[in-house]
C-alpha cells in the first residue's frame, strides 16, 4: 500500500525491505489491521505525510530474516509487533514509557517511533504489505502464544492496548462514572475495559447507530447519539445529578465532528492539530477535581482547547502515545480468561490487493464497518 495524497491510496511494487541494521528482522506479515489514526493520514491531516509512503502499524507476521545481532527471534517465529518502535535502553524505555523512545525518531521531542505514521513519527515503512522491516527486533515483538487467535494477536498490537490503556489513565475507582466519546474501536475496549477497572457507570458517546450498538452489546455501556441533543454536555449534566462525571475518555482526536473551519485549515494548510470539539466536550461533561484521559490523535500543532475551563475546574489530564508492550502481560491474561475478545470488533477482512476500498469503505462508515483487517491476498 502507498500513499498518493489525500484520499488516494493504491497497490503497487515496492523493493523488498532489507536488514539495514545488525538489531533488524524483516517479517512477512500475515495479518494487518487498518486503524482510525491511519484515516487522519487518508484525510491529508497529519503534516509530513509524504507520497509513496506504507502506511499500517497494526501488523503480525513471521519472521522471514534476521540481522546477525537478533538473539530472541530466529526465522520461522510467529510474531506480533506493537505500533511503538523503541530500543529498550534509553532514558524512557528504562522507564516502561516506549511510546517516547528518544533513540528512534528525528522529531524525538515528542512521539518516539511509529509503524507508517508520517515522517513526524521517524518515516517506517509499515505494515499494509507482504513485508516490514522490524528495528530494535530483539525488543518491540513477542512471539504469539499457542492459544491466542491471529485476529486477536493482531488486534493486541495497538486498538486494544490502546483502549486498555486510556481505561487505565482515568485512575477509575470504585464506583466512578465513565464517560468515554467516541465508539471507534478504541472507544470500545476503553469502555469495556472501564468495567475492568472499577467503573460503577459506563457512557458511551457517538453519532453512529452501528457503532452504539455495539457499545451495548461489546461493552454492556449506555449510550447517546450526540446528534439527538442540543447540547450533549447539558445531558452528561442531567444524567449525573448536575455534577458531571468522575471519568471521561476522548477516543475521537484530530476530526471530531462539528468544526468545518478546522477540516479546512488541517488538510489544505495544515494550521491545526485537530478539531477539540470531542476534548472539549470531555471538559465540559465531567465534574469539578475529575480526571480526563485523552486517547485521540491529534497533529502537533495548534488545536483550540478550553483549557482554562480544565485548570479552572481542577482536572487532571493524562495522555501519551500507549506503550503496548507494557500493557501486554495484563491484557494476555484477560484475553485468555475471555474477559476482553478483541476480535469480536472485527468486522471486514480486506484483501491487500483490494485496499483502497478498504480505506474508502473504513473513511465514509459503510456497511457497518466497525474495525478492516488487512489480508494478504484474495481467498
Given at each position: ?195 475492568l477497572m472499577g467503573a460503577g457507570r459506563v457512557i458511551v458517546i457517538d453519532h453512529l447507530d452501528h457503532r452504539l450498538e455495539k457499545a451495548r452489546t461489546f461493552a454492556q455501556a449506555e449510550t447517546y447519539n ?154
Open positions: 500500500m502507498v500513499y498518493r495524497g489525500p484520499y488516494k491510496v493504491r497497490v503497487e511494487e515496492k523493493e523488498r525491505p532489507a536488514i539495514e541494521h545488525p538489531n533488524d528482522a524483516i517479517v512477512k506479515v500475515q495479518l494487518a489491521a487498518i486503524c482510525g489514526s491511519d484515516l487522519h493520514l487518508y484525510h491529508g491531516m497529519m503534516p509530513d505525510t509524504r507520497i509513496g509512503h506504507t502506511f499500517g502499524h497494526e501488523f503480525i507476521g513471521v519472521v522471514d530474516e534476521v540481522g546477525s545481532s537478533v538473539r530472541n527471534l530466529a526465522v520461522g517465529d510467529r510474531v506480533m509487533v506493537p505500533f511503538n518502535i523503541f530500543c529498550g535502553t534509553c532514558w524512557y524505555c528504562a522507564r516502561g514509557l516506549y511510546s517516547n523512545c528518544h533513540n528512534v525518531n528525528p522529531n524525538a521531542t515528542a512521539v518516539g517511533g511509529i509503524y507508517g505514521y508520517s515522517h513526524t513519527t521517524g518515516g517506517y515503512d509499515g505494515g499494509q504489505a507482504e513485508y516490514v522491516r522490524v528495528p530494535f527486533a530483539d525488543v518491540g515483538p513477542a512471539k504469539i502464544p499457542d492459544w491466542m487467535a491471529d485476529e486477536d494477536a493482531v488486534l493486541l498490537t495497538d486498538m486494544t492496548a490502546t483502549g486498555y490503556f486510556g481505561a487505565q489513565l482515568g485512575d477509575i475507582v470504585q464506583g466512578d462514572v465513565v464517560v468515554v466519546f467516541g465508539a471507534g474501536p478504541v472507544g470500545l475496549v476503553a469502555a469495556r475495559s472501564a468495567w450526540f446528534t439527538e441533543y442540543a447540547d450533549i454536555v447539558l445531558e452528561m449534566k442531567k444524567t449525573t445529578d448536575f455534577l458531571g462525571a468522575d471519568v471521561a475518555i476522548e477516543c475521537v482526536g484530530a476530526e471530531a465532528d462539528g468544526d468545518f473551519l478546522q477540516h479546512v485549515t488541517s488538510a489544505k494548510l495544515k494550521l491545526q492539530g485537530g478539531s477539540p470539539v470531542a476534548l472539549n466536550w470531555a471538559i465540559d461533561s465531567v465534574r469539578k477535581g475529575a480526571t480526563i484521559s485523552v486517547m485521540g490523535a491529534y497533529g502537533p500543532l495548534f488545536s483550540a482547547v478550553k483549557f482554562g475551563d480544565a485548570m479552572n475546574k481542577g482536572l487532571t489530564i493524562h495522555t501519551n502515545q500507549c506503550p503496548v508492550k507494557r500493557q501486554w502481560p495484563r491484557l494476555f491474561e484477560h484475553v485468555r480468561n475471555g474477559h476482553l475478545r478483541p476480535s469480536e470488533l472485527a468486522t471486514h477482512r480486506v484483501p491487500l490487493e483490494h485496499i483502497a476500498e478498504g480505506y474508502h469503505m473504513f473513511s465514509a462508515k459503510l456497511d457497518g464497518i466497525i474495525k478492516p483487517l488487512v489480508v494478504p491476498t484474495a481467498a
